[in-house]
């Protein structure tokens, strides 16, 4: 498969994607119209990931573009801000698998706690991906963890992130790390 195709079954929101065995870098709230706006430790991660998740807003489907020239595997869903021709290529969530890892992943702008708390038991995920509010945090959701990588090029009001996750034993490590590189929070996702 050419590199930045994850792809999507047409009767699913179940994306499948190549063996992923290293790391998966986290990514939403892009909000450009002419490229993937990555620097710094951003790109690094994005370019050295096995697996990109972006929780939507490319915006225009350039940038979504530019995302999967720089992704090895790229699996996304739409914001609210994303055009049609956007929307046309992606759809609102998406479930992938990693190494034993479950991810689902939503933009957030139709999902309240309790409705992502039911998709991440609907689709038996230990990660729940988000994004819209632009704020970067972890926290438990039931079973599973909530992560907002908060936004790369657009912080807005919060400061401008991306998530990182590393096999690690049992179960992943994941990291909120500013463009500059620094680390804004650790956390772990043990095995289910």
């Not at 650790?186 to 289910?192: D, G, I, S, W």
């Amino acid at each position: 498969m050419p590199r930045g195709n994850a792809f999507r079954d047409s009767d699913s929101s179940l994306v499948l994607a190549d063996a992923v065995s290293g790391m998966i870098t986290l990514v939403s709230d892009t909000h450009g119209t002419n490229g993937h706006r990555l620097t710094g430790r951003t790109l690094d991660a994005v370019r050295e990931a096995d697996l990109v998740v972006h929780a939507g807003d490319f915006t225009t489907e350039v940038v979504y573009e530019a995302f999967r020239r720089e992704a090895a595997e790229l699996v996304a869903v739409t914001g609210n801000r994303d055009r049609r021709a956007v929307r046309e290529h992606l759809s609102g969530t998406a479930t992938a698998e990693a190494d034993g890892l479950r991810v689902v992943v939503a933009h957030g702008h139709e999902h309240d706690r309790t409705a992502l708390s039911l998709l991440a038991r609907q689709e038996d995920a230990d990660l729940v991906v988000v994004g819209h509010s632009h704020q970067p945090g972890v926290e438990k959701l039931g079973d599973a963890t909530l992560v907002n990588p908060g936004s790369h090029a657009d912080p807005r009001r919060y400061t401008a992130a991306h998530g990182e996750l590393e096999p690690a034993g049992k179960g992943w490590t994941g990291r909120l790390v500013t463009p500059d590189g620094e680390v804004l929070r650790e956390f772990a996702l043990p095995q289910a």
